[in-house]
């Protein structure tokens, strides 16, 4: 059983900073990769950074330049740090994890409950 918890959502004024956190937890072998995604109601869910085992980054055109996508294997942890915060990020934040439970067990996706970003303009 796997868990994520995100944390350092909330309110926050247009221009300000943001940092998320996830915090995996449970059997866990090997992360095999981690992202963030969002989500606005009545919209699809897009990708905004994710990191592979390689650590290689990814971001969406949306996140580039604004978003930082770091991780903390040891942990267990992913973060995603937020600048200069525009009214379009206001948006539910999710953690996903690529995750093993063994050298030979399948890896198998996992999600956060989700976190609120808003952002007032």
């Known amino acids: 059983q796997v868990q994520l918890v995100e944390s350092g959502g909330g309110l926050v004024q247009a221009g300000g900073s943001l940092r998320l956190s996830c915090a995996a937890s449970?059997?866990?072998?090997?992360?095999?990769?981690m992202a963030w995604y969002r989500q606005v109601p009545g919209k699809q869910r897009e990708l905004v950074a994710s990191?592979?085992?390689?650590?290689?980054?990814y971001y969406a055109d949306f996140a580039r330049g604004r978003f930082t996508v770091s991780r903390d294997l040891s942990k267990n942890t992913m973060s995603l740090q937020i600048h200069s915060l525009q009214a379009e990020d206001t948006a539910v934040y999710y953690c996903n994890l690529a995750a093993s439970n063994s050298a030979w067990g399948t890896s198998l996706p996992y999600w956060g409950q989700g976190i609120q970003v808003t952002v007032s303009s």
């Open positions: 449970g059997s866990i072998f090997m992360i095999n990769g």
């Open positions: 990191i592979n085992r390689a650590g290689d980054i």
